[in-house]
Structures are given as structure tokens and as C-alpha cells.
């Protein structure tokens, strides 16, 4: 039982990086000065999930693609190939950005989200168009990551817009 929920984490690692920044974002609002306010909400959760979601989520997807190539592949219902290194190092910049943008200005945090936004929800229109033309229901490609693809990237754009709304706790 414990071995299948650690290949659940690690098979599923954008929902355990968006689960894990969660429970960061409570732990730090749980510390924060009272009253609590938005605007500290909204910030814990956006410099949260920009390394959570952005800066370990895709350096885990840079070491999967990079150095366990052929294993990524099965996962997704594909051959390997050389573009698994070319996956894995832009994933690696995507996750240098996120770990720079995490804790920093708004700008670098729109860069962080929209780049990585652009990738997963292309991402996802591909699995979609592997599932209807290939039937390709493996479970990297139609399973939790699929809807993950949406969901990291509608949360994150969210939360920049919310920031941007409410705007940025004094420090």
C-alpha cells in the first residue's frame, strides 16, 4: 500500500507539487501577524505555487525527461526520442524562473506563470488530439496530468490577477 501511494505521488507529481505549495501557503498564513488579510493570503499562496508548481514541478519534469527519457515516454504512450532532452531543458528553464520569480516582484511572478502556461496548456490540446486521433489513454497522457495542465495554469493566472488587484503586502 505504501508503494503505490508513493508511485501516486511521484507518477503525479504537478498535483503533489499544487498539494504541497498548498499546505505551505496555510502554514505561512497561519504565521503571519494578525489580522490576517488578503492580501497576505493571496501572497503566500502565489509565492507558494510559484515554486511548487512552476519551480519544482518542472525540475522534477527536467529530470524525468533529461535522464529517464524512455521512462517518461511509456508513461505518456509515446516512443522516446531525442526531443525528451529538448522537453526536459526547457523545463529546466521554466523551473529557474519559477524558483527566481517565487519570492519576488509581480513581473518576474507573470513571467514565471505565463510561460509555463503557454507549454501546459499546448500540453493539454496535444493530449486531447492523442486521445481522439490515437486513442492514447495512457496515464501521462489522459490521466491526473491532463487536467493538471489546465488547472496549474488557470490557479496561477488567477492568483495574478488577484495579486494585481489586492497588490502586495508590505514587507
Known amino acids: 500500500m505504501i508503494a503505490e501511494f508513493i508511485k501516486f505521488i511521484l507518477s503525479n507529481f504537478t498535483l503533489t507539487c499544487v498539494v504541497i505549495g498548498l499546505l505551505f501557503s496555510l502554514a505561512g498564513i497561519a504565521r503571519a501577524l494578525k489580522p490576517v488579510t488578503a492580501t497576505v493570503v493571496v501572497e503566500k499562496l502565489i509565492s507558494w505555487h510559484v515554486f511548487w508548481a512552476i519551480g519544482v514541478s518542472f525540475f522534477y519534469n527536467f529530470v524525468m525527461h533529461s535522464f529517464f527519457g524512455k521512462m517518461a515516454a511509456e508513461f505518456i504512450g509515446w516512443a522516446d526520442s531525442p526531443f525528451q ?8 528553464g521554466f523551473s529557474v524562473v519559477g524558483f527566481l520569480a517565487a519570492f519576488r516582484s509581480f513581473d518576474l511572478r507573470l513571467a514565471a506563470i505565463v510561460g509555463p502556461a503557454m507549454f501546459t496548456l499546448g500540453a493539454g490540446l496535444g493530449h486531447i488530439y492523442q486521445m481522439v486521433t490515437a486513442h492514447n489513454f495512457a496515464p501521462g497522457n489522459a490521466g491526473v496530468i491532463f487536467y493538471m495542465d489546465f488547472i496549474i495554469p488557470l490557479f496561477g493566472l488567477t492568483l495574478l490577477w488577484l495579486q494585481h488587484r ?3 503586502p508590505a514587507t
Open 166 to 168: 489586492i497588490g502586495r
Open 85 to 92: 532532452f529538448e522537453v526536459g531543458t526547457a523545463s529546466l
